[in-house]
């Protein structure tokens, strides 16, 4: 069972401490222990590298198979946490500055919409189809909660859109065959975020 934890615990933990300090570890140690100069063009970056251009796709086509909203959200870290790395793995600054950007973007978004989902939870909606018609008992819940997901999605001007854009800005700027597939994987991730938030 995912979030199993109340509500503001979950919101924390799947949002900002848990899974942040995750990806902060790996960010600590790609570029403060081993460095760039050491990891750049090695298996060392190649291998996770592609890991994380796969791990974008797969948690968003897995948030989009699950109807509990709680671990569509869960799923949707998956993928988001890999945005960070694919920024961190392209072993630039200016990668490192959008994946760094990202990881603070997506703590906002996400606590706000694991909050929404718990007061959703209050109300004994725990699945997608059960949210059909909510915005008439629930208006300002429903629009922080689609407003969430915009930010998501990244739509532009929300937060989402500037980093995921840095992302591909830089994955582009780098050049080679994975940053390029970290930006086809964006497009992709894009796309099934508008699916499983929006739709």
Request: proline share 5%; aromatic share 10%; hydrophobic share 55%.
């Amino acid at each position: 069972a995912a979030s199993v934890a109340p509500t503001p615990v979950t919101a924390l933990l799947h949002a900002v401490a848990v899974v942040k300090s995750g990806v902060f570890a790996i960010l600590r140690a790609t570029w403060f222990t081993f460095g760039p100069a050491l990891l750049a063009g090695s298996w060392a970056q190649s291998i996770p590298l592609a890991m994380v251009v796969f791990t974008i796709s797969f948690g968003c086509a897995m948030a989009l198979k699950d109807q509990n909203i709680k671990r569509r959200l869960a799923y949707s870290t998956v993928s988001n946490l890999s945005y960070i790395l694919l920024g961190v793995l392209l072993l630039t600054p200016e990668g490192l500055r959008a994946g760094m950007m990202h990881m603070v973007y997506h703590a906002l978004m996400k606590i706000t919409l694991f909050l929404c989902a718990g007061v959703y939870l209050l109300k004994k909606i725990i699945y997608v189809q059960d949210m059909r018609g909510i915005h008439t008992a629930m208006p300002l819940v429903t629009a922080v909660f689609t407003l969430g997901g915009l930010a998501l999605t990244g739509i532009p001007p929300l937060l989402g859109f500037s980093s995921k854009w840095a992302l591909g800005m830089f994955s582009v700027a780098k050049g080679g065959f994975l940053p390029l597939m970290g930006v086809v994987s964006l497009i992709i991730s894009a796309t099934l975020t508008a699916f499983y938030m929006l739709v």
